[in-house]
C-alpha cells in the first residue's frame, strides 16, 4: 500500500524505544533508566550538540521548502523534564521556525467545544515546527484518572463513560491520520520517569530556594495515583502508536541520555522526509550565475587611508547586495542566503517569513529587525513581500554592520597587525598588553609569554591555568635553531588502571581525582625563564596578581564560555568559592578577582619554582586531594620536571612545518600534511567538495594512528619516524576514495614501511626570538575540582588515557597521558617564518591542517586564513581507546554553499551545519626575512587581539 511522504519518514525512523503499532505495549516493559553500554553523559551532550547543529540545517530546509511541518507532542508525569528538553534540544533553532504551546486546564471557551479542538487552531503551519508540551492526550490520561473532569465538559448524555476512552483514542488516531495526509509528520516522546526519581527531584524543588517556585502541594498528591496514571498511559500509548503517528516511550531518569534521544529522533525524522531548498528557475539561475559574478569582480582601487575610505567600500558592498537582491525573485532571494560564497557566507544571516535571526560568528548577538536593517542606510522601502524584506535586509546587514575590512583576496574580519620590534597574540587583550608591557620594559619574547599565560590563567579559567599543563616551541637567535619544552604532567604514583571505575564507554571519568594528572604549567614557566628569561620573574607576574587583586572586566566569549560551565561544575567542590562570586557566574563587563591565585602568584615570585613542587602549593594540592578520595601525594610534585625535546617536521609546498612529538598530538597535523600534498587543493579550491572531502578523510586516515600509537616514549615505543615517512603517506592517500566518505578508519600496519579548554598565544620580540606556547586545563574548567586556598582547579588531563589493557596509552603510575595540546611553528630555508596554533582539543591538528592550506595553496594573509569557513571533524578513533564506526560526524561553519554539503552527504559525510561550534582559537605571528617585520593575526572566534611597537 502507498504511504504519503510523512507516514513514510514516520515509519522509518528506528528506535528501541519506538512503541510497537500492534497494541502489545507493557508499562513494566518500558525502560526508566539508561541501558548497560550507553554513553556516558559527556558523550550524550555531545550527540545533542551535534544533534542540534543538524537540526538548525534541517529546520532551514523545511521552512524554505515550505510544504511540510513537524508535530512534536511531549506527555510525561510531572517533574520527567519536559520544560528542559524541549529547551535544550531547540537551543539555537530559529524561533521564527517553531512554536511551543503548552495545554493544562482548558478555560470556558474550549469546554464548550470538543477535546480535539483547542489545539486545532495551534497546529504548525507548513515549514514550521509545533511543540506540543501536554496535549489533547491529557483528555485520555488526566480526564481518565480524574473522571470529575468530565462534568465540566457538557458531554452528552448518550455517551456512557464506560466507552468513552476508547472513543476518545479512536477520534485521535483519525485525526493523527488526517494531519498525516495532509503534510505534518508527528512524533510522540512519552518521558518515563520512575518513581523513585521522580521524588528525588521533588525534593530537590523543596530543599533548593531557587526551585521552590516549580514545587505545589498537588505535585505529591497525584504521586499516590501513580498506578492509575500508569494504567492510563498503558492504554493511551497502546491505542494511539501507528506508523503515522508512533510513540517513542524515552526513560527520562538520565537527562542527557533522554534529551540526547530526543534530539536525534526528531533529526533522524527530518532527515527521512528530507526536506530540500527550492530549484530557481532555469532563468533565475542563469541570471543569479551573471550577477554572482559581477559581484566577484572587484575593481582596482587604492589603500584604505580613512573612516570615509572603509564606509564607502562598506556601503559599495551594500548597495551591489541589495541590487541583487532586487532583481531576484522571492525564492531566489532565499536561495542566496544559503549559496554564498566563503567570502561572504560566513557573515550571512538566517532569514525566515517572520523576519530575521541572530547574526551568527563573532556579530551573533546583534539582532535587529528588517525594518532596522533597511533604515540606516536611508534604503527606499521598495519591497513589499515580507520574505523579499527579510532575504534582502539580513544580506544588507551583514554586509553593512560586520566591520568587515579590505583583505586582498578575500573578506577579513580585521586587518592584519604589523610591528618591527615586537608582537603579541593571545585571547584576551589585557593578556596581550600585559606581554607587550614586558617586551618594552626589554624583556625577551618568552618573558612577555610567561606575562601573558600569567594573566590568561586569571582572565581565562575556562581554558587554562596553574592547574594544567603546557607545551612550548620557541625560536632561538642566538643558535639559530627551534628548542621544544613539554611541560605536561604525569599520573599519581599511587594510581593505577584497576582502581578506576570506567564510564559505560570504558573510558576513565573526567569530572573525577582519577583524571588528575600533576599540573605541568608552573615548571613550564621557570624551565623557559632560566633558559631564555631576562627581566625577573616577580616582574612578570606582577600583572597577573595586580589583575587578580584589583579585579578586571570580563571579555564577551569568555563570559559566555564561563556561565554555559555553571550548571556542570556549581556544585564541585571549591568551585563556587572561587569561580561563583555572589553565587553566579560573573557576567561579559562584569568585575571578577582572585585574590587567593594573587596569593599563589606572589608566593611564585617570591620563592620560585619550589613553592610549587615542594612547599605550600602542593602540601595545599595533596591536602585537598586526601580530602576528596584523590592520589596525589607530595612524592608526585617533588618527582615532576619538564623535559626539552627536539621537534619534529615534515615539509609542505616549500615549508618546514614544524610540532613537538609524542606523547602530543602534533605528529597528527603532520601526517595530514603529508597525505594531502598529492593533492591539487589550489586548483578544487573551497567551493569545491573535493576539497573538504580529502581533508576530511586524510584527518581520517591520521586519527587513525593517532588512536593506535601516540603515548608517552618513556613507556611504549612511538615510531614517529615510520609515521612522518612520505611513502608511508604516499601508500595511505591511495586510500582515500573520492567518491566515498570512510566510514571507519584502519590504523597504517607499519611493518609495510621500508626505511578535543585551551589556550594559545604566540609572542616575538626586537631580537628575533619568537615563542609558540599552548595552556589547557584539558576540558574548560578541567575536572572541576577547585582548591580554594590556591585560587585554581584541577585539570582532567588523566581522562585521555586507556583502560584497555595492551594499549600504548594505557594509565599506568608516573606516565604521561597523550596529550592534545600542541603550539606550531613554521620555518624556510632556516630561517623562522611563523609561529602560530590553534587551540581546540582534536580540533587542533585540523585547524593547524587549514591555516596552512589556507596560507600555501590558497594564497590567503594571515587573518583571511584564520577568518575562513573551517570544519570539525568529530568521533574518530581515539588514545582512549573508543573506536570510530560510523564515519563520524563533520561540522562545518555556516557559509558554505549548500550545493557543496549536499554532495558531502551524498558521498557519506554526516554533517552539521552550525554557526557556533568548537571551531578552536588561532593566534600567529609572521616574520618577513627580508625586512625582519612581524606581522600578527588573531582569531575572530575569540575576545583576543595582536598588537606590536
Not at 589493557?805 to 604521561?816: I, T
Request: with cysteine; hydrophobic share 40%; proline share 6%.
Amino acid at each position: 500500500m502507498r504511504v504519503s511522504r510523512t507516514e513514510a519518514a514516520a515509519r522509518a525512523a528506528k528506535s528501541r524505544y519506538r512503541v510497537p503499532d500492534d497494541g502489545s505495549f507493557r508499562v513494566a516493559d518500558a525502560r526508566t533508566a539508561p541501558p548497560e553500554g550507553a554513553p556516558q553523559n559527556k558523550r550524550c551532550r555531545a550527540r545533542l550538540d551535534r544533534a542540534i547543529a543538524t537540526l538548525r540545517d534541517l529546520q532551514e530546509r523545511l521552512n524554505a521548502e515550505h510544504r511540510w511541518a513537524l508535530l512534536i507532542v511531549f506527555q510525561a508525569m510531572d517533574a520527567a523534564g519536559k520544560d528542559g528538553t524541549i529547551r535544550a534540544v531547540m537551543t539555537g533553532i530559529n524561533p521564527a521556525g517553531v512554536e511551543v504551546h503548552s495545554f493544562k486546564q482548558p478555560n470556558s471557551e474550549e469546554l464548550d467545544h470538543d477535546f480535539l479542538w483547542r489545539t486545532s487552531g495551534r497546529l504548525p503551519e507548513r515549514g514550521r515546527i509545533g511543540i506540543f508540551n501536554r496535549s489533547f492526550y491529557e483528555e485520555v490520561l488526566v480526564a481518565r484518572v480524574h473522571p470529575e473532569l468530565l462534568a465540566a465538559q457538557h458531554l452528552p448524555v448518550h455517551v456512557p463513560n464506560r466507552r468513552l476512552w476508547a472513543q476518545r483514542c479512536e477520534s485521535i488516531r483519525d485525526h493523527e491520520k488526517h494531519l498525516a495526509r495532509s503534510g505534518t509528520v508527528i512524533l510522540k516522546f512519552w518521558l518515563n520517569v520512575s518513581r523513585e526519581e521522580q521524588r528525588k527531584r521533588f525534593l530537590s524543588r523543596i530543599e533548593k530556594a531557587e526551585k521552590n517556585w516549580k514545587f505545589q502541594a498537588a505535585d505529591v498528591r497525584e504521586r499516590e495515583r501513580w498506578n492509575d496514571y500508569m494504567a492510563a498511559y498503558e492504554d493511551a500509548l497502546r491505542e494511539t502508536s501507528r506508523p503515522w503517528a508512533p510513540w517513542y516511550a524515552i526513560p527520562a531518569d538520565d537527562k542527557d541520555y533522554m534529551r540526547m534521544n530526543v534530539a536525534e529522533l526528531v533529526v533522524e525524522t527530518l532527515r527521512l522526509l528530507d526536506p530540500r531548498y527550492p530549484r530557481l528557475p532555469k532563468a533565475e539561475r542563469e541570471e543569479l550565475a551573471r550577477l554572482q559574478k559581477k559581484l566577484r569582480t572587484r575593481r582596482a582601487r587604492p589603500p584604505l587611508t580613512g573612516a570615509r575610505d572603509r564606509a564607502g567600500l562598506e556601503s559599495d558592498r551594500g548597495q551591489r547586495a541589495l541590487t541583487l537582491a532586487l532583481v531576484l525573485g522571492v525564492d531566489a532571494q532565499l536561495r542566496l542566503l544559503h549559496s554564498l560564497p566563503d567570502r561572504l557566507g560566513q557573515y550571512r544571516l538566517a532569514a525566515s517569513p517572520r523576519g530575521t535571526h541572530a547574526l551568527q560568528g563573532r556579530h551573533r548577538r546583534r539582532t535587529r529587525s528588517v525594518d532596522q536593517a533597511l533604515a540606516p542606510g536611508g534604503l527606499p522601502m521598495l519591497l513589499t513581500s515580507p520574505r523579499v524584506r527579510a532575504a534582502c535586509g539580513v544580506l544588507f546587514a551583514a554586509l553593512m554592520s560586520s566591520g568587515v575590512a579590505h583583505a586582498g583576496r578575500g573578506v577579513a574580519t580585521r586587518s592584519v597587525v604589523y610591528a618591527r620590534h615586537g608582537m603579541v597574540c593571545a585571547a584576551q587583550p589585557l593578556a596581550v598588553q600585559a606581554g607587550l608591557d614586558v617586551l618594552k620594559a626589554g624583556g625577551s619574547a618568552v618573558d612577555a609569554a610567561i606575562a601573558v599565560n600569567a594573566c590568561l590563567g586569571l582572565m581565562e579559567p575556562t581554558a587554562n591555568g596553574l592547574g594544567g599543563d603546557l607545551f612550548a616551541i620557541v625560536w632561538d637567535p642566538k643558535t639559530r635553531k627551534l628548542v621544544g619544552l613539554n611541560a605536561s604532567g604525569r599520573a599519581p604514583l599511587a594510581l593505577t588502571a584497576d582502581k578506576v571505575p570506567p564510564e559505560k564507554d570504558g573510558t576513565i571519568p573526567l569530572y573525577s581525582p582519577y583524571s588528575w594528572t600533576v599540573p605541568g604549567c608552573a615548571d613550564g614557566w621557570f624551565e623557559l625563564h632560566a633558559k631564555y628569561g631576562k627581566l625577573p620573574m616577580s616582574r612578570l607576574l606582577e600583572p597577573a596578581i595586580h589583575f587578580a587583586e584589583d579585579g578586571f572586566p570580563l571579555s564577551p566569549v569568555i563570559a559566555e564560555n564561563w556561565a554555559a560551565s555553571i550548571k556542570r561544575f556549581a556544585d564541585m567542590p571549591g568551585f563556587r568559592e572561587v569561580f561563583m562570586p555572589g553565587g553566579r557566574a560573573p557576567a561579559e563587563g562584569e568585575i571578577f578577582r582572585n585574590p587567593a591565585l594573587a596569593k599563589t602568584l606572589r608566593l611564585l615570585a617570591e620563592k620560585g619554582r619550589d613553592a610549587y613542587y615542594k612547599g605550600p602549593i602542593a602540601a595545599a594540592l595533596v591536602g585537598y586531594s586526601k580530602a576528596n578520595r584523590g592520589f596525589f601525594s607530595m612524592e608526585d610534585f617533588a618527582r615532576h620536571h619538564s623535559t626539552w625535546d627536539a621537534p619534529i617536521s615534515t615539509t609542505y609546498r616549500g615549508y618546514t612545518v614544524c610540532e613537538l612529538p609524542p606523547n602530543s598530538q602534533g605528529l597528527a597535523a603532520l601526517q595530514i600534511l603529508n597525505l594531502i600534498e598529492g593533492f591539487d587543493l589550489r586548483s578544487m579550491g573551497r567551493d569545491s567538495p573535493d576539497f573538504w572531502h580529502v581533508l576530511v578523510e586524510a584527518k581520517k586516515i591520521a586519527y587513525a594512528d593517532r588512536a593506535r600509537y601516540y603515548a608517552d616514549p618513556a613507556f611504549a615505543k612511538v615510531p614517529v619516524e615510520q609515521l612522518l615517512s612520505k611513502d608511508y603517506a604516499r601508500r595511505r592517500a591511495a586510500a582515500i576514495d573520492m567518491k566515498k566518505a570512510a566510514l571507519i578508519d584502519v590504523p597504517g600496519d607499519l611493518a609495510a614501511i621500508r626505511s578535543g579548554g585551551t589556550t594559545y598565544l604566540c609572542t616575538a620580540d626586537q631580537n628575533g626570538m619568537m615563542v609558540s606556547l599552548i595552556q589547557s586545563n584539558y576540558t574548560g574548567f578541567g575536572s572541576g575540582y577547585v582548591v580554594p586556598e590556591v585560587g585554581f582547579g584541577l585539570q582532567d588531563r588523566g581522562g585521555c588515557f586507556s583502560l584497555k589493557p595492551g594499549h600504548a596509552n594505557r594509565l599506568e603510575p608516573g606516565k604521561r597521558p597523550f596529550q592534545t595540546i600542541i603550539p606550531a611553528f613554521v620555518t624556510k630555508d632556516g630561517e623562522p617564518v611563523m609561529a602560530f596554533g590553534v587551540m581546540g582539543g582534536d580540533m587542533q591538528p585540523q585547524g593547524h591542517v587549514q591555516i596552512l592550506v589556507n596560507l600555501f595553496d590558497l594564497g590567503m594573509n594571515l587573518q583571511e586564513a584564520g577568518d575562513a569557513i573551517r570544519f570539525h571533524h568529530t568521533d574518530s578513533s581515539e588514545p582512549t581507546g573508543t573506536t570510530m564506526t560510523n564515519g563520524g560526524v563533520l561540522h562545518i561553519e555556516d557559509g558554505l554553499s549548500q550545493s557543496v554539503i549536499d554532495e558531502l552527504e551524498r558521498r557519506g559525510h554526516h554533517i552539521a551545519s552550525e554557526s557556533v561550534g568548537a571551531y578552536g582559537g588561532y593566534q600567529a605571528i609572521w616574520r618577513d626575512a627580508r625586512t625582519g617585520v612581524y606581522s600578527g593575526a588573531t582569531e575572530k572566534r575569540k575576545d583576543g587581539c595582536a598588537l606590536g611597537y
